[in-house]
């Protein structure tokens, strides 16, 4: 039975300023015109930011609509100051401000290699390569970090936004399961019992890059803020292909067992969010979704 038409602003949101290869290039030739002269190529276009490969080496980051405008100035400001890390990430290269009828600031970033790991999902032996990336990443962040309202935070304080979602998805779908409600209640009941910590805040498989089934870059660094590690430990049920490769990866960050229940609730969260969304306009999205419940649903 198919679902019903429904709001599409429930899924992936539309652009609110319209970005081409032409104001790009304008916009380099104004502000970087060593970079201006090299091929441009749309890369990808994301929920909140457009993405062009500029040579072989380079690329362009440009929010598409206003709320992505605070993710691009969180790149901006804290990128260059997270702890080293062994994976290759979008540290801004140079900064660039509103020009040619465009209203935002925008970066130009390295080229990551690889492509979506939803495209070309995690090998199994990949669990020790993510859980290192990780334990490097979580680190004490300092007193002025961003603090996200939607990341790292308790998940009672995201059931505002995702009830609807839950109770929609319940009505029309069979993801809602009792495993799943299981999962979702327990975390609820599971009080952060951990410092607060660098978090990458979005760490689903779009979100990360692979080569071969090979780990090669994080990217979209947006929500990047401090909270409860238990927000990029749901990557787990979102990255890796089975329950004993996840497995391996939570021997290895040697997590709390109240953290893992968290993460397992934080991976119902970005299920729902990727599912509710993907049924309107991403087939990829959905997939993902779809992925993570499995996920969920092959238990503990």
Not at 6 to 24: D, Q
Not at 208 to 235: E, K, M
């Amino acid at each position: 039975m198919s679902a019903p038409v429904r709001n599409a602003t429930v899924g992936v949101p539309p652009a609110e300023v319209e970005i081409s290869e032409a104001l790009v290039r304008a916009l380099l030739a104004a502000q970087h015109p060593d970079l201006a002269h090299l091929p441009i190529t749309l890369a990808a276009s994301g929920w909140d930011n457009d993405m062009f490969r500029l040579g072989d080496d380079l690329a362009v980051r440009m929010p598409r609509r206003l709320a992505g405008l605070a993710l691009l100035r969180n790149e901006q400001r804290w990128l260059p100051t997270l702890p080293r890390l062994p994976l290759p990430i979008p540290t801004p290269l140079r900064l660039g401000v509103p020009g040619e009828g465009y209203p935002w600031p925008w970066s130009v970033l390295p080229w990551m290699p690889g492509g979506p790991a939803d495209l070309d999902p995690l090998a199994a032996h990949q669990a020790l390569v993510l859980a290192g990336f990780l334990k490097a990443l979580h680190q004490p962040a300092p007193a002025q970090a961003p603090h996200n309202p939607h990341r790292g935070v308790p998940l009672a304080e995201r059931l505002g936004y995702l009830t609807p979602r839950i109770d929609r998805l319940a009505a029309e779908t069979g993801f809602i399961t009792p495993r799943v409600r299981e999962v979702w209640n327990r975390a609820l009941a599971t009080p952060i019992d951990v410092a607060p910590t660098w978090l990458h805040g979005d760490p689903h498989a779009r979100n990360v890059l692979s080569q071969d089934g090979r780990l090669t870059a994080v990217i979209d660094w947006g929500d990047l803020c401090a909270g409860d590690r238990a927000t990029d430990l749901s990557s787990l049920w979102m990255l890796l292909p089975d329950r004993e490769a996840r497995h391996a990866a939570m021997a290895a960050y040697h997590a709390t067992d109240a953290t893992w229940a968290r993460a397992a609730g934080w991976a119902v969260n970005y299920a729902v969010v990727l599912v509710d969304a993907g049924r309107v306009n991403d087939a990829r999205l959905l997939a993902m979704g779809a992925k993570t419940f499995a996920m969920v649903e092959a238990g503990d």
